[in-house]
Nanobody, 125 residues
Framework: QLQLTESGGDLVQPGESLRLSCTAP????????IGWFRQAPGKEREGVAC????????NYSASVKGRFTISRDGAKNTVYLQMNDLKPEDAGIYYC??????????????????WGQGTRVTVSS
């Protein structure tokens, strides 16, 4: 059964950086688009970034473009989210999720069918 596990969440100050990891042991990695999503208290879950099965195509939400970078290491079955210049509004639970790669890199929450448990990011001075 496909399992995703996030790690790397922490408490940081505004302007600092964090790198989140999403591992998927046993996954045939290149068959899946992996996306990062976040959910702040009282808000809906929103897409942050995603990357295709080959690590070539990416997509970012407007709010993080230029500050966040998604990448994947096929040998380690891991997808990373490098987050720079963090802002208080970036805080929330960050989830990674997977969907079969059919050629698109979309950030629609309801298209992803396998989710991790999440890792908390807090941005506060």
């Amino acid at each position: 059964q496909l399992q995703l596990t996030e790690s790397g969440g922490d408490l940081v100050q505004p302007g600092e950086s964090l790198r989140l990891s999403c591992t998927a042991p046993g996954l045939t990695f290149h068959y899946y688009v992996i996306g990062w999503f976040r959910q702040a208290p009282g808000k809906e879950r929103e897409g942050v970034a995603c990357i295709d099965g080959n690590g070539v195509k990416t997509n970012y939400s407007a709010s993080v473009k230029g500050r966040f970078t998604i990448s994947r290491d096929g040998a380690k079955n891991t997808v990373y989210l490098q987050m720079n210049d963090l802002k208080p509004e970036d805080a929330g639970i960050y989830y990674c999720a997977a969907l079969i790669d059919l050629g698109g890199v979309r950030l629609q929450v309801d298209e992803y069918d396998t989710w991790g448990q999440g890792t908390r990011v807090t941005v506060s001075s």
